[in-house]
C-alpha cells in the first residue's frame, strides 16, 4: 500500500462508512470478489449485503468509483438441533466468490452448520407482446387471439435477483470456521474444530472427509483447527493451521485422508517467553497463500508471520502487531479478548500486508521497506475524502500529542475482518457495525 516517508500521512482516503445499529448488525465477514467490483459483508443477523463499485464518472473521469449497497438478501436464519438441544445460530462466518463463468456472479456463504451457493443476476429488460398472455399474464381467451405477434423486449429498471442455487447440509459436528474454493473451480473445503471435508459444487448430499484429527478419547484433545486454505494455483495443496501455533500443508496426492502432512511449518517457542498465556496468544486465528503461491501469512494474538513453503523452521518474516498488549494480558484473558480471532490480509502484489488491532486501529507492514504503520477507522478522525493521519500507542514516558495511552484503548472496538482488493490499493474494514471503504489518494491521482 504505498506507504509514504514518515514525514508524511499514509495516503489514503476514506470512503463512506456505511453504517448498522443493532448487535445483529455486527459485520462477521468481508470478501472482495475476483475483479474487485463486488464486495460482500456477512453479519451476525444472518443477512448478505453485496456492494458493487461505481464506474467512474464523466465529470471527473480521474476519480475512483464508490462502492454502493447492489443487493441485500437473509442467507441464514437461526435454527435448532432437537437431538443436541441446540440453537444453531444465523450468524454469518465466511463468504467465498466462485470465479465468474458468465453474466452471473455466485458465492458461497457459511453459518456454524449449513454453507449455501447463491447466484445473483441482473434483469433490465423484460418481453412483451405475448401471443397468449395478457399485459399481467393471465392466459387470454383463444377464441380472441386473431393475429401472431413477435414478442419484444423492453427496457426495465435495473432488479438484482439473487437466489438459492444449493445447500450443503449435514457435512459439520462442530462449528465450521472456513471455506475455501479450489483453483479447480469445481470444488471446495470446509473445516470445523475437528475435521476438513472436500465437496463438489453440483453435489449437496455427500463430502469426502480430507482431515480427520478427532482422537478416539476426546480427553486426549489437545489441538483444534483454526483456519484453512487452498492453494491459489496448485489444487492439489491446502494448508491449515491449529490452535498450537502449526501450520500443516497438505497434499491430497497423497493420500485420499490427508491425516500426514507433506510439511509442517512449526516455530520453536523461545523459552524466556514462556508464560501462563504463550498457548492461547500463539494459537493461529487466520491463514492467508499470498497471490503468488511462494508465501503463507498467519496471524497469531499479538503478531503477523510470513512463511516460505519452502522452509518449515521459522518463519521469514515477523512483525509486531499491539506488542504493547503483552503486559496486559492477564485483563485480557479475563474479558474474554484473548480469545479474539484477528484476520489477515495480502496486497494485490504481495508486498504490504494488513491486519486489525483495538481502538479501531488497523496496521499495514511494507514488506519491502520494513515501514509500518497504525491508522484508525473512525468517523470521528475523518471524514469522506480526509487523509488518514497515522496514529501511535503510548506505553509510558513522554507522550507526543496526538499519542494514545495503551490504558485508554478501547478493547469493545476491534477490526477483526478486513480485506484487500486484489488488484488495486482499495481496502474493506469492518469495524463492529459499521463498514468503512479506504483507498490509496496517490493509486488514484495517477490513474
Given amino acids: 500500500m504505498g506507504l509514504s516517508a514518515s514525514s508524511k500521512p499514509l495516503p489514503i482516503q476514506e470512503g463512506q462508512p456505511w453504517e448498522m445499529k443493532t448487535p445483529a448488525d455486527i459485520i462477521s465477514t468481508v470478501e472482495f470478489n475476483h475483479t474487485g467490483e463486488l464486495l460482500a459483508t456477512g453479519d451476525k443477523g444472518g443477512r448478505v449485503v453485496i456492494f458493487q463499485r461505481e464506474p467512474e464518472s464523466k465529470n471527473a473521469p480521474?476519480?475512483?468509483g464508490e462502492y454502493d449497497v447492489y443487493s441485500t438478501f437473509q442467507s441464514h436464519e437461526p435454527e435448532f438441533d432437537y437431538l443436541k438441544s441446540l440453537e444453531i445460530e444465523e450468524k454469518i462466518n465466511k463468504i467465498k466468490w466462485l470465479p465468474q463463468q458468465n453474466a452471473a456472479h455466485s458465492l458461497l456463504s457459511t453459518n456454524?452448520?449449513?454453507?449455501?451457493?447463491?447466484?445473483?443476476?441482473?434483469?433490465?429488460?423484460?418481453?412483451?407482446g405475448y401471443n397468449l398472455k395478457d399485459e399481467e399474464g393471465k392466459l387470454k381467451d383463444l377464441s380472441t387471439v386473431t393475429s401472431l405477434q413477435v414478442p419484444v423486449l423492453k427496457p426495465m429498471d435495473l432488479m438484482v435477483e439473487v437466489s438459492p442455487r444449493r445447500i450443503f447440509a449435514n457435512g459439520h459436528t462442530y462449528h465450521i470456521n472456513s471455506i475455501s474454493v479450489n483453483s479447480d473451480c469445481e470444488t471446495y473445503m470446509s473445516a470445523d474444530d475437528l475435521r476438513i471435508n472436500l465437496w463438489h459444487?453440483?453435489?449437496?448430499?455427500?463430502?469426502f472427509n480430507i482431515v480427520d484429527i478427532k482422537p478416539a478419547n476426546m480427553e486426549d484433545l489437545t489441538e483444534v483447527i483454526t483456519a484453512s486454505e487452498f492453494h491459489p494455483h496448485h489444487c492439489n495443496l491446502f494448508v491449515y493451521s491449529s490452535s498450537k501455533g502449526s501450520l500443516r500443508l497438505c497434499d491430497m496426492r497423497a493420500a485420499a485422508l490427508c491425516d500426514?502432512?507433506?510439511?509442517?511449518f512449526e516455530e520453536p517457542e523461545?523459552?524466556?517467553?514462556?508464560?501462563?498465556?504463550?498457548?492461547?496468544i500463539s494459537s493461529v486465528s487466520d491463514v492467508k497463500f499470498s497471490h503468488s503461491g511462494r508465501y503463507m501469512?498467519?496471524?497469531?494474538?499479538?503478531?503477523?508471520?510470513?512463511?516460505?513453503?519452502?522452509?518449515?523452521?521459522?518463519?521469514?518474516?515477523?512483525?509486531?502487531?499491539?506488542d504493547y498488549l503483552r503486559s496486559k494480558l492477564c485483563s485480557l484473558y479475563e474479558n474474554?479478548?484473548?480469545?479474539?480471532k484477528f484476520e489477515c490480509a495480502w496486497n494485490g502484489s504481495d508486498s504490504v500486508i494488513m491486519t486489525g488491532a483495538y481502538n479501531n486501529f488497523f496496521r499495514m507492514f511494507d514488506r519491502n521497506t520494513k515501514r509500518d504503520v497504525t491508522l484508525e477507522?473512525?468517523?470521528?478522525?475523518?471524514?469522506?475524502?480526509a487523509v488518514l493521519k497515522p496514529r501511535r500507542v503510548c506505553v509510558g514516558g513522554k507522550r507526543r500529542r496526538d499519542d494514545i495511552s495503551v490504558d485508554s484503548l478501547d478493547f469493545t472496538k476491534k477490526i477483526l475482518h478486513t480485506a484487500w482488493h486484489p488488484a488495486e490499493n482499495i481496502i474493506a474494514i469492518a469495524a463492529t457495525n459499521n463498514l468503512y471503504i479506504f483507498q490509496d489518494k496517490v493509486n488514484s491521482e495517477m490513474h
Avoid at 456454524?112 to 429488460?125: A, P, Q, S, V
Avoid at 453440483?202 to 463430502?207: E, G, H, L
Avoid at 477507522?377 to 475524502?385: L, N
Fill in 62 to 64: 480521474h476519480s475512483q
Fill in 112 to 128: 456454524d452448520k449449513t454453507i449455501k451457493l447463491w447466484k445473483i443476476t441482473e434483469r433490465d429488460k423484460r418481453p412483451e
Fill in 201 to 207: 459444487l453440483a453435489i449437496t448430499d455427500r463430502s
Fill in 260 to 264: 500426514k502432512h507433506s510439511k509442517l
Fill in 270 to 280: 523461545d523459552p524466556s517467553n514462556r508464560s501462563f498465556f504463550s498457548e492461547i
Fill in 297 to 322: 501469512l498467519t496471524r497469531d494474538y499479538l503478531t503477523v508471520k510470513v512463511w516460505d513453503l519452502n522452509m518449515e523452521a521459522r518463519p521469514i518474516e515477523t512483525y509486531q502487531v499491539h
Fill in 336 to 340: 474474554d479478548c484473548i480469545f479474539d
Fill in 377 to 385: 477507522a473512525s468517523r470521528e478522525s475523518s471524514k469522506p475524502r
